[in-house]
């Protein structure tokens, strides 16, 4: 965690300490947005998921990933501002090369994009994403894989994949990037978040080829219900369901996944997803 800074609040004036937060990049080092102190903040009145992401340069590797952009709610009057941060400057010869196709693949590499609705394309992955990933050879549950309780369908080799890389979760946006980077782990690819009306309510959707997923960061376990919608989306998408928590699940809701086939998986504060019923753990052992 980087030292905090003072942001000072547009609305009344209070200066709010903020530290910024640190992301592993796929080369593992980390990387931090450079905040434009000199600018002011700007207030947050409305929400446009283009613009809640920030594209930020590795200092060891040169990639260009996509992050939330840095927010501060104010302790006194409670408004939220956006932070500036200083754009990625790329030399005049590098703007139609690295510069531009990195930025582009980073996008879908290490955060959610949202996109206009669309109709779910039938294939599966797009192309060996896996290069890109982080290092290791061992998945979230060890080297022995997940089968704790059934593990991989018979028949089924559990699949090999590079070690899960977590981004620590300190807001509700930080687990909604997590479940995504774990999605894309698993081997969903161009997973985003639906262009669509919102509803009231703190569940985010996201959508990959063959997935349909919903994120609760909520305090309050899961219940039947959120069950139960996740898999009438799933029903509505023609593709598998998926649900992540914080907080976990009520045993009403852990039965009714099993009767439907649901992987749940709860996130700590780590951000390191854990499945906790026999779907998720089949899932994690033969991926996408």
């Known amino acids: 965690m980087a030292e905090a800074v003072p942001v000072r609040c547009p609305s009344c004036r209070r200066e709010n300490g903020y530290s910024v937060p640190v992301y592993p990049c796929a080369c593992g080092s980390p990387v931090a947005p450079p905040l434009d102190l000199a600018a002011p903040p700007v207030p947050l009145t409305h929400r ?18 996509e992050w939330p952009h840095p927010e501060v709610g104010c302790g006194s009057c409670g408004m939220v501002v956006r932070v500036p941060v200083h754009p990625v400057e790329r030399p005049a010869g590098d703007a139609a090369g690295r510069g531009g196709g990195a930025a582009a693949g980073a996008g879908a590499r290490d955060g959610v994009r949202r996109e206009p609705a669309r109709a779910e394309p039938g294939g599966g ?12 050879s061992e998945g979230p549950d060890g080297p022995d894989g997940p089968g704790s309780r059934t593990g991989p369908a018979a028949g089924r080799p559990a699949v090999s994949r590079p070690a899960f890389r977590p981004v620590t979760i300190r807001t509700a946006r930080d687990a909604v990037v997590t479940a995504a980077l774990y999605l894309r782990w698993l081997g969903f690819q161009d997973v985003r978040q639906p262009d669509q009306v919102p509803i009231p309510s703190a569940v985010v959707d996201l959508r990959a080829p063959g997935v349909v997923a919903q994120v609760d960061p909520t305090t309050a376990p899961a219940g039947l219900r959120a069950v139960e919608c996740v898999w009438l989306n799933g029903l509505t998408a023609s593709a598998p369901s998926v649900y992540f928590s914080l907080a976990g699940y009520t045993e009403e809701a852990r039965g009714r996944a099993d009767d439907l086939g649901i992987p749940l998986f709860v996130m700590d504060l780590t951000g390191m997803p854990q499945p906790v019923n026999d779907p998720a753990d089949r899932l994690v052992g033969m991926g996408a």
């Open 125 to 136: 992955a797009d192309g060996p994403e896996g290069a890109d990933g982080p290092e290791g």
């Open 48 to 65: 446009n998921w283009s613009e809640a992401w920030v594209t930020v340069r590795c200092g060891a590797c040169g990639r260009e990933s």
